[in-house]
């Protein structure tokens, strides 16, 4: 799922094709796209855009009249800069935005249609779309502490709540603990100041020094490679590999269609976390150390 890294990418890249360029025409294909009815989608039409913004994980258009175009891609929509009048893919595509300067094309890679779009009529309908999530990189460390702290919730779970932290979701988060040395199973309320303070640190970094990568590879275009997993990650997305800060491997722990990756030696003193999955395959079996795993594989 694109987060605050990667909608920060696509709004400046929107900013570049869209902003101030009146919407012509919406070609929708997916009804179900559409979470609100009034205003009407069409509304839209014939509407500058004034500007653009993230809210979360968000991309909001603001049009004139005080309409408000609020997209969120989930896991896997994704927008496409093409050429005026495009046409829009028979299979997993959401729709187009035709502008003047050429046509967004709004398409999802999942057969299971999650991203939506949500139109709203002035700045406080659009309000009461936010989770009103704590803004990390404008915040203090007291800020972020409170916002953290104020329910006992493990690591994992509070970075990735929009209603604590904006735009931290799943692949940001495994970095961030990485590089923090933190458990994702920690409990908020059990952290004590050293490590509020490291993990505030290690966010604001990690979160800018994403930002700041994606703008280099995209320079003055449009983002085209935006995903949920970047090759360049130290720890999403590479269960097995070794982690680059002490080259033990990455394990991970998976549930539903997700997973969390983290290095046992860097993150949890060695201990192995429990999959859920395996865990019930393995029952009392279940390696409890990174030596009792190699042993077990080893079989």
């Not at 994403?210 to 999403?236: N, Q, V, Y």
Request: net charge positive; charged share 25%.
């Amino acid at each position: 799922m694109p987060e605050l890294p990667e909608i920060t990418a696509y709004v400046e890249g929107l900013e570049r094709v869209i902003h101030g360029q009146p919407l012509e025409r919406i070609r929708l294909r997916s009804p179900s796209l559409v979470r609100t009815w009034d205003p009407p989608l069409s509304t839209a039409e014939g509407r500058r855009v004034l500007g653009l913004r993230r809210i979360g994980k968000r991309i909001v258009w603001e049009m004139e009249g005080g309409v408000f175009l609020v997209f969120h891609l989930m896991i896997t929509g994704r927008f496409k800069w093409t050429k005026r009048g495009a046409a829009v893919p028979a299979r997993r595509a959401h729709g187009a935005f035709d502008f003047p300067g050429g046509t967004l094309l709004l398409t999802e890679q999942s057969t299971k249609k999650r991203a939506s779009l949500h139109v709203v009529q002035g700045e406080e309908a659009l309000s009461d779309i936010d989770p009103g999530g704590l803004e990390v990189l404008d915040a203090s460390i007291l800020d972020f502490t409170a916002a953290l702290t104020r329910e006992n919730r493990t690591l994992k779970r509070a970075l990735t709540d929009p209603r604590i932290l904006s735009g931290v979701g799943n692949a940001h988060s495994d970095e961030i603990l990485l590089f923090a040395g933190l458990s994702p199973l920690q409990l908020t309320q059990n952290l004590d100041p050293v490590q509020l303070q490291r993990l505030f640190q290690e966010a604001r970094r990690s979160l800018t020094e994403w930002t700041e990568r994606l703008r280099a590879e995209i320079g003055d275009g449009f983002p085209t490679k935006i995903t949920a997993f970047h090759p360049a990650m130290a720890a999403h997305g590479k269960y097995g590999q070794p982690c680059p800060v002490c080259e033990s491997p990455i394990q991970r722990i998976r549930y539903a269609d997700r997973e969390t990756n983290y290095c046992a030696t860097c993150q949890t003193g060695g201990k192995v976390l429990a999959d859920r999955g395996m865990s019930r395959l393995l029952g009392a079996d279940w390696p409890r150390t990174l030596e009792e795993l190699e042993e077990l594989r080893s079989r």
